[in-house]
């Protein structure tokens, strides 16, 4: 059974950085596609960053403030967030990016940034 275990959040004020992680257990992050997303109080759930073999794609709202990459000895999978804007301000969960393969969401980890 694949289990998802998301870290790293904390609050922060506007124009800092955090970096994420998301331990995956179950499934190898080195051959399979992994994505970040976010869901802001009232929104939907959205889909911020994607790595795969050879590419990495990011949704306009973070594109060039944030680095996904994956540590495969550990199975890890990180999101690096520069430049945090206070509409950043959302839960942050790891999983697929093909809602087909979803495995069951971890509980996230929270971001505040403060203006």
């Known amino acids: 059974q694949v289990q998802l275990v998301e870290s790293g959040g904390g609050l922060v004020q506007a124009g800092g950085s955090l970096r994420l992680s998301c331990a995956v257990s179950g499934r190898a992050v080195s051959v399979v596609a992994m994505g970040w997303y976010r869901q802001a109080p009232g929104k939907q759930r959205e889909l911020v960053a994607t790595?795969?073999?050879?590419?990495?794609h990011y949704a306009d709202s973070v594109q060039g403030r944030v680095t996904i990459s994956r540590d495969n000895a550990n199975n890890t999978v990180y999101l690096q967030m520069n430049a945090l804007k206070p509409e950043d301000t959302a839960i942050y969960y790891c999983?697929?990016?093909?809602?087909?393969?979803?495995?069951?969401w971890g509980q996230g980890t929270h971001i505040t940034v403060s203006s």
């Open positions: 999983n697929s990016p093909v809602p087909a393969l979803f495995t069951p």
């Open positions: 790595i795969g073999t050879g590419f990495a």
